[in-house]
């Protein structure tokens, strides 16, 4: 069944009884799609192809740039210009030459996913966009296949498995999409370039689990790291019942899976079914602060950007304390509005909010960026600042 040369590489996972002969074979003839080809795919790609995953699937449009080494590993200095896919599939081929690579030097649109999707048994989502990850969460949903996600943003690294053996999906925990200023690339946030390789090895630690069908997967269960204290803390959801059908209709891009299915957090209602959780707007904000019950304001942005200006009356707690120190700053009995600079950390804290029982919050959409702009007597109008 397997090679001299398979015997010699592999003995350790041999030894292993949720492996064994039986498992290295499955994960030879395994078919594994990764999308997306950075932070989070190189350590991805690299691990699968050591462990034998028989065929790779790598799909990405871009192109190495210079900014990309810190954390996009695969790659150096001479391979910056050329194509992600092209220099991600030498290096796969340098590292376990039995490893068949597929290249797919495309961008994933509705026009393409399905073709995509359909052509393997598990998808690996390590892109850096959600217009991305909901595309392959309805596709999957589709055509049943099992997503490995992960998500970096500053240190924190999140990673979770959907649409496991009829398990939650990606809209069983999110819903709808965010705004577009409301979750900024790394490009404009940042990332410390090891935490997506923590995400990464995770994403590749439970791909193996899915096709060894070995250990508990994390299906209805996100998974969230933050690197500056390493600690780790685990955010169980369930699935709901979705209203209507993915359709993945290319004709009509727009109409390729329903955006208003009804799944949340366990315990949370559905965002988009609470008009209480729906964001506020800067112009709105400022009405509710000059009527007689203004709401409690909460700043989830770092210490330094609190002393350099802030909303009149705001409390800080950056954003890496929420989950642990809320009760004691929170009032749960009074409207709150949770800000940062332009959206994307409040719209985080609102989640981490609502898990713990707080239902009247919201947060700023655009964050105090929109503020400046629409809405008189903002205390920070610098620029620049990160999400």
């Known amino acids: ?126 892109s850096d966009n959600f217009a991305t990850r909901y595309l392959l969460n309805d596709a999957c949903v589709a055509l049943g296949r099992p997503l490995v996600s992960g998500a970096v943003d500053r240190f924190e690294g999140q990673v979770a498995v959907f649409n496991y053996r009829g398990g939650p999906t990606y809209r069983c925990l999110f819903p709808v999409p965010p705004g577009p200023d409301e979750a900024p690339a790394c490009a404009d946030a940042g990332v410390l370039n090891v935490v997506p390789g923590l995400v990464g090895l995770a994403q590749a630690t439970e791909t193996l689990k899915v096709l060894l069908g070995a250990g508990d997967v994390l299906s209805g269960r996100l998974w969230v790291i933050d690197a500056l204290t390493f600690q780790t803390r685990t955010i169980r959801f369930r699935r709901h019942p979705v209203h209507g059908r993915v359709t993945l209709d290319t004709a009509d891009p727009a109409a390729y899976a329903d955006p208003a299915a009804e799944c949340a957090p366990s315990g949370a209602p559905a965002g988009a079914a609470d008009p209480a959780a729906a964001p506020i707007s800067a112009a709105a904000l400022a009405r509710a602060l000059a009527s007689a019950t203004p709401p409690f304001l909460l700043d989830v942005r770092t210490p330094a950007e609190f002393g350099r200006g802030h909303l009149p009356g705001a409390t800080l707690l950056p954003l890496g304390q ?58 920070n109008r610098e620029a620049g600042e990160p999400a």
């Not at 192809?49 to 449009?61: E, H, I, N, Q, S």
């Not at 026009?111 to 393997?120: G, Q």
């Open 1 to 126: 069944m397997f090679t001299p040369a398979e015997r010699r590489r592999y003995p350790r996972h041999f030894q292993l009884a949720e492996v064994g002969e039986a498992g290295q074979a499955r994960l030879r003839a395994a078919r594994v799609l990764v999308v997306g080809v950075g932070g989070l795919g190189c350590p991805v790609v690299q691990y699968l192809a050591a462990a034998g995953v028989g065929t790779l699937g790598l799909a990405d449009a871009d192109r190495v740039a210079e900014s990309n080494l810190p954390r996009q590993i695969l790659f150096g200095t001479a391979d910056v210009g050329q194509p992600k896919v092209a220099v991600a599939a030498r290096q796969v081929r340098r590292l376990t030459p039995h490893v068949r690579v597929e290249t797919h030097p495309l961008r994933v649109t509705p026009a393409t996913v399905r073709a995509l999707v359909a052509a393997y048994e598990v998808v690996v989502d390590a």
């Open 322 to 379: 929420v989950a642990r120190a809320a009760a004691g700053v929170v009032p749960p009995d009074r409207p709150v509005v949770v800000y940062c600079q332009h959206g994307a950390r409040s719209a985080q804290a609102v989640g981490r909010l609502r898990q713990q029982g707080f239902t009247q919050v919201r947060h700023l959409t655009g964050g105090l960026r929109a503020w400046a702009g629409e809405a008189p007597g903002v205390a």
